[in-house]
């Protein structure tokens, strides 16, 4: 058992220093075949000869890596967070209708003008904000309204329905904007929908780091609170544990991790929940300090990995990141589960 734990130190460096391989992997794979030794030697030595290649790769590639490793750090930490919340495994942000809630903010923001609220102005001066903002919110309003709701109830079965509910009612609301929004922004809405990680400027990812940053910051705070969790309610009490302060700060990180992704890259299913499945069942521990650098490792790697994956096409078409996440997170949930009942 002690070697076991002493592994754990380990396991969570070798994952750490495994995105570095899986980094140079996706900035050398694009529409543009580009090795990575074409790459380096046009960072190195500049020329005009090397100047496409270091333009694709400063401005397209790079930046869609680091948007990968940011987007997967934040999801796999929000799913934690929520699972410890609830204290359910399959508690993530797609499944408890954070996404639909962050898609209904940013539907709100580019979709108004359609309504007559006339937002458009705005978001042309202040899009990036506007966008984080409004995502941050949809999604901080949706945890809330699913925590109002489970302190009725105790059913953890009950509470995941109720959070599809949610998730179809806030889906529901977009449906309206989007029947009377103009075909070019109704178009503009799908395509986000479908998820992506390019196009963001560095502008725009130094505010996403920054909000992603502040997320990290609160949940590292929250990892002794999610601990004495485990135990119950009544023993984190008698343990001098807020639960208010608790449900209020892990909302709010909450909303802050999987908005500011949904935000800037469209909904993305199943890394918050994925990843720290993946986690537990690597290193067969409950303590979060543990678990939350290993499932933000995990969950950087995948996206990584499912960014790769989606450029992988002789005919140069980028498939759309939302669909991949899914159809290689799906499996990955089914048989992480599979294998923690049968070690049970």
């Known amino acids: 058992m002690i070697e076991k734990t002493k592994s754990i130190p380990f396991r969570i460096a070798f994952l750490g220093l495994a995105i570095i391989p899986f980094f140079l992997l996706n900035i050398s794979i694009g529409s543009s075949e580009i090795s990575l030794s074409s790459i380096i030697n046009a960072v190195i030595h500049p020329s005009e000869e090397t100047n496409g290649i270091y333009t694709i790769f400063s401005l397209i590639r790079l930046p869609k890596a680091i948007v990968a490793v940011l987007a997967g750090v934040a999801l796999s930490i929000s799913g934690l967070l929520m699972q410890a919340l609830f204290r359910n495994p399959m508690a993530g942000p797609s499944v408890l209708g954070i996404n639909s809630g962050a898609s209904l903010g940013v539907a709100f923001v580019s979709l108004s003008a359609g309504l007559g609220i006339g937002t458009s102005a705005y978001l042309q001066s202040y899009g990036a904000w506007l966008t984080i903002l409004a995502s941050s919110i949809g999604a901080g309003l949706v945890m809330m309204i699913i925590l ?155 996206m990584l990995g499912c960014d790769t994956i989606s450029h992988i096409s002789e005919s140069g078409i980028v498939l759309p990141i939302n669909s991949i996440t899914s159809l290689i997170g799906a499996p990955i949930v089914i048989l992480a589960m599979l294998k923690g009942r049968k070690s049970s």
């Open 148 to 302: 109002i709701i489970a302190h009725n109830l105790k059913d953890n079965i009950a509470l995941l329905i109720v959070g599809i509910m949610v998730g179809a009612l806030a889906s529901s609301l977009v449906g309206v904007a989007q029947y009377f929004s103009s075909p070019d922004a109704l178009q503009e809405y799908i395509l986000w929908t479908f998820g992506s990680l390019g196009g963001i400027v560095y502008d725009q990812i130094i505010v996403m780091m920054i909000i992603i940053f502040v997320g990290i910051i609160i949940s590292v705070t929250l990892c002794k609170s999610m601990n004495l969790m485990i135990l119950g309610e009544h023993y984190a009490i008698s343990m001098g544990l807020s639960l208010k302060r608790y449900r209020f700060l892990t909302i709010l990180a909450a909303s802050l991790l999987a908005g500011s992704v949904t935000g800037f890259c469209g909904p993305i299913g199943f890394i918050g929940i994925a990843a720290p499945h993946l986690a537990r069942v690597l290193v067969r521990t409950s303590d979060h300090f543990k678990l939350l650098p290993l499932s933000a490792f995990i969950g950087a790697i995948a």
